[in-house]
């Protein structure tokens, strides 16, 4: 057993795990963040991705006792102040989601990956960078246009601050 | 349409949950006292089982108990069943094997369930499992099903001799191989539709939960149709009464087909609750997703398609061979048959048509319906065949199938199905302006300078959707009737809660449903709510497959706001002292027509719960039900050309444009249904590029059993797709809906296939059509 504590959307916690536990089940089953999902064994689908320390991390690969002292943003600490994140809102918009299960991973992937190109996307860019995430639902055509229209809104933003 | 109603482009209202990660599925769902169970499985293709020791694994830490095969069927629990017969052409009835939720005396396939463990946790369940001690005798096993079918084929069933289950047909071989004999031209092809796996993203997973007290079973379940799964439970396997069985399906992530089986996963996890006293919950990991949900397609098929000296088809004959896998799921047998044979006529004046299907066991998992279920095995071979034959004529593809097209609607084909409604020429020539199919010689050139081989093809689909009229599938072998229920209730203060049999895994029913309302009655999206997915909610329903949720769902609904509409007027015509026939509902109000004389909905939704005034006679309340069977099928239909762009060095393909120009009826919500179409595609582009099942032959191991091994489309292999719609409304429901779900994974795997053969100019290849394929494709060339 290991005893740990990380700050998950801003909030202290504190466990004690089991050294196998993978930090998606510490946040799923110890936390009750169930927003955060597995869909597979490989680290192929994305489901799972969660910041930690600012970067996009699937969460299926890292152990809970690795995470300690880490600080961790799942999607349930993405919206603020009952404001969704333009990425949520985009997907939205746009019907970047279908049955939604991938969708977490997706949006926590594409909020990374619009940070990592402060200059803008193009589609190119976008559909290589999702190499990681799998929607059965969307044939991603929508996701695309969600994440390079979040990504538009945020630079007009950033620009505009 | 109004800004909410019918035909507007309304964002989900399920997607607030789901974007801040508040969705929950099956797996998000906790009980008290809750416990993980892990399945042990066969490690082997075909074996008998000699003895399982399961006395280690008891005394493993956490374990609270370990049940195998015999127990199960020593308390009464049922066989597996497949509720559609077939009866083979010398009148025999199907030869199903047995199947028994956890194995007795023999496994028949890699990852057939032998005992289930539950533990305290996940973790401790799997270590018991690998402490279950399974003494096997292995057999031979056979996963092809053209080698099942051979002399001294390894024999898995012993109620099916050979291997095959029913050899069945479908139209008068004879007219059809006269047809052909007279033929100016005919186009032979054996074509092979390869195995998918459908992998919807939310992995399968069971929460079973047995409440002593009211002696009294909830099931939670990943189910595209719980009150189907509640009624096949309690009917056939014996699990609980319908009135002490509650299942929910609650958030489902995908299903393709793949989540309307009742899974022996679902049953013995209700079982195991009863037996260990502890709710279980069970969830797949995804190599047990791989070798456990029911596959799609695995066809192989001798096709001949005759024509005329005018380039008119005079006649089709199939021949095919479907592996239905180790044991026949739910529907697997009309998949190859009903919802296969009678497409073959495509958009196509067909005057004789025969299909012969032998559809045969392997030690495979268990094939199944998956997304379009049949009919792109259809459009598959039709295509395919009508590309072949204009190369071999000579003629353009586009003007074969202009000249072969039905042009008068209804349309009786040889092969069972009355098309209602449709204009091919019309989705044809919107495919064809969208996809500057006269600009692409140019592009052609141009890819040329570039050193890369530029193809296009074209694929015109034809599908049955709306499953389906009761009686009519009654007479075809169905156990179940097709029909859908709704309920639509209006509270006494206005607001209206619908309750579905349909169910939704991503559709979006809680938007579109709640539109059909709101453009009724002129209240607002936000004041409906759509309820499904609950057995103690909804008294009956089939589900959601088969584009299916809007002919056949939204149909119920229509016919009950008919109801609620009549019984509104009646009341508000009593109110206003006006005659029923003056009283019109508009924005939320009911109107005396051409006065100013109203009354908001609220009180007139009031007035029928205070009943202080109503007609004398009439009982109080708002809340009306339907029980919907549709008269026929709906016939979405449309056109598909695809673009590609092979590396002759690499044999790697792009897609470099696909044209979607569909014909789907009235559409509820543009925004949806263009999310369908895209989805569909990626589905299609994937069975013809990247996607496989692999078994190894002689150990009968599944080789492709994860996604490092398992080519899903991923967003860099497929572009933008350039969508659009023509419009024929279907004359079968209220609202003229065929249906949107499957058309894109029927119509694109053709254009894909003829796309790349045109590239290469050669017409010998295989789905998945990998670089390696394609490279060795050119180069036989």
Redesign the interface.
């Known amino acids: 057993m290991a005893d740990i504590s990380m700050v998950i959307n801003g909030r202290e916690v504190r466990g004690s795990v ?1 050294d ?2 993978l930090l998606v ?1 510490f946040l ?1 089953e110890s936390q ?11 680290s ?2 994305g ?1 799972c991705v969660v910041h930690v320390d600012g970067k996009a991390v699937k969460s299926c690969t890292m152990l809970a006792a690795q995470a300690s002292g880490c600080e961790v943003v ?3 600490g ?2 603020k102040d009952g404001q ?1 994140h333009p990425v ?2 985009a ?3 746009h ?1 970047g ?8 991973g997706m ?1 926590m992937s594409a909020v990374d990956m619009i940070r990592r190109h402060p200059a803008g996307l193009d ?1 190119k860019t ?3 960078e ?2 990681g ?13 969600a994440i390079m229209a979040a990504s538009e809104e945020m630079s007009g933003k950033a620009q505009a601050a | 349409m109004g800004i909410e109603g019918i035909g507007a482009r309304v964002t989900r209202k399920e997607d607030q949950r789901f974007v801040t990660g508040l969705g929950r599925y099956v797996d998000d769902m906790v009980v008290p006292g809750m416990k993980y169970a892990v399945f042990v499985r066969s490690p082997h293709a075909h074996a008998t089982i000699k003895a399982i020791d399961t006395a280690s694994a008891k005394a493993m830490p956490g374990v609270i108990g370990v049940l195998t095969g015999p127990e199960l069927k020593s308390d009464g629990i049922g066989n597996i069943i497949c509720g559609w017969m077939i009866h083979s052409k010398d009148g025999s009835p199907m030869k199903m094997g047995a199947w028994s939720p956890l194995a007795t005396d023999k496994v028949r396939y890699v990852g057939d369930a032998v005992a289930i463990v539950v533990a305290e946790t996940r973790g401790q369940a799997r270590d018991a499992a690998e402490a279950v001690a399974v003494d096997y005798d292995e057999l031979p096993a056979v996963t092809d099903a053209q080698k099942a079918l051979e002399a001294g084929a390894p024999q898995i069933h012993p109620e099916a001799p050979n291997n095959l289950i029913f050899d069945w047909e479908l139209g008068d071989s004879a007219d059809a191989e006269r047809a052909l004999a007279g033929a100016a031209h005919v186009t032979r092809m054996r074509i092979v539709n390869n195995r998918l796996i459908p992998n919807a993203i939310e992995p399968r997973a069971a929460l079973g939960h047995y409440d002593k007290a009211e002696d009294h079973f909830t099931l939670w379940t990943t189910s595209q149709n719980p009150h189907l799964a509640r009624l096949v439970m309690s009917a056939f396997y014996n699990v609980a009464p319908e009135n002490k069985l509650r299942v929910i399906a609650p958030d489902v992530g995908g299903g393709f087909g793949s989540k309307i089986y009742i899974y022996p996963e679902e049953i013995v996890c209700l079982w195991a609750s009863k037996r260990t006293g502890v709710p279980v919950k069970w969830v797949a990991d995804r190599t047990e997703s791989f070798l456990c949900d029911a596959h799609g397609r695995d066809h192989v098929t001798e096709v001949s398609m005759g024509f005329d000296a005018d380039n008119r088809i005079v006649g089709l004959k199939v021949d095919t061979i479907a592996n239905l896998g180790a044991y026949m799921s739910l529907f697997s047998s009309c998949v190859p048959t009903y919802l296969y044979a009678t497409l073959l006529s495509g958009q196509y004046e067909i005057p004789h048509i025969h299909c012969n299907v032998r559809t045969v066991y392997t030690n495979t998992a268990p094939v199944d319906a998956y997304r379009g279920a049949g009919r792109p095995e259809a459009t598959y071979l039709l295509e395919r065949v009508m590309e072949t034959a204009a190369r071999e004529l000579g003629v353009s593809p586009a003007e074969l199938r202009r000249k072969n097209f039905i042009r008068e609607f209804p349309h009786q084909t040889p092969v069972i199905m009355n098309y209602d409604a449709g204009d091919y020429e019309a989705s044809l020539e919107a495919a064809m302006r969208a996809a500057d199919y006269a600009g692409f010689p140019a592009r052609r050139e141009e890819a040329k300078r570039r050193g890369k081989l530029r193809g296009i093809g074209m694929s015109c689909y034809i599908e049955a959707c709306g499953l389906a009229p009761s009686q009519a599938v009654g007479s075809l072998g169905a156990g179940i009737g097709l029909w859908e229920s709704a309920e639509v209730r209006v509270n006494a203060a206005g607001t209206i809660e619908v309750l579905t049999g349909s169910h939704s895994h991503g559709q979006g029913h809680e938007t579109t449903f709640a539109q059909v309302v709101a453009d009724r009655l002129g209240v607002p999206l936000d004041s409906v709510s759509v309820v499904h997915g609950d057995t103690d909610k909804v008294q009956m329903g089939m589900g959601t497959y088969g584009s299916r949720s809007g002919a056949v769902g939204i149909s119920a609904i229509v016919k009950a706001l008919d109801k609620v509409e009549a019984k509104a007027k009646k009341i508000a015509a009593h109110l206003l002292e006006a005659d029923e026939g003056d009283i019109v509902i508009e924005n939320g109000e009911v109107k005396v027509a051409g006065t100013d004389r109203s009354l908001p909905w609220l009180q007139v939704a009031l007035a029928a719960y205070t009943a202080h005034n109503l007609p004398a006679g009439m009982e109080p309340g708002l809340k009306e039900t339907s029980f919907y069977d549709p008269t026929n099928f709906t016939f979405p239909a449309g056109c598909y050309i695809c673009e590609v762009e092979v590396d002759p060095e690499t044999g790697v393909t792009e897609i470099v444009q696909f044209v979607a120009a569909d014909d789907f009826g009235t559409i509820i919500n543009p925004l949806i249904v263009e999310g369908q179409v895209h989805g569909g595609i990626t589905q299609g582009v994937g069975q013809a590029l990247l996607e496989g099942c692999v078994y190894e032959p002689s150990s009968g191991q599944l080789v492709t059993a994860s996604y490092m091994d398992y080519t899903m489309p991923r967003a860099s292999d497929v572009p933008s797709f350039l969508v659009s719609t023509t419009v024929t409304p279907s004359p079968s429901n209220p609202l003229g809906i065929k249906g949107c779900g499957e058309a894109g994974a029927i119509g694109s795997p053709p254009a894909v296939i003829n796309a790349i053969t045109d590239a290469i100019g050669n017409n010998d290849l295989t789905m998945p059509a990998t670089p390696q394929r394609v490279w060795t494709a050119l180069r036989k060339h």
């Not at chain 1, 995430?133 to 246009?145: A, E, L, P």
Request: hydrophobic share 30%; glycine share 8%; proline share 2%.
């Open positions: 089991e196998r536990m089940h799923r009750g963040l169930t927003g955060t999902h597995v869909g597979c064994d490989t192929q689908c489901a799942t999607i349930e993405l919206a969704l949520q809102a997907f939205k918009e019907h989601l279908q049955c939604g299960f991938c969708t977490p949006v589609e976008v559909r290589a999702l190499e995430n799998i929607c059965r639902c969307t044939g991603y055509h929508n996701i695309v246009k």
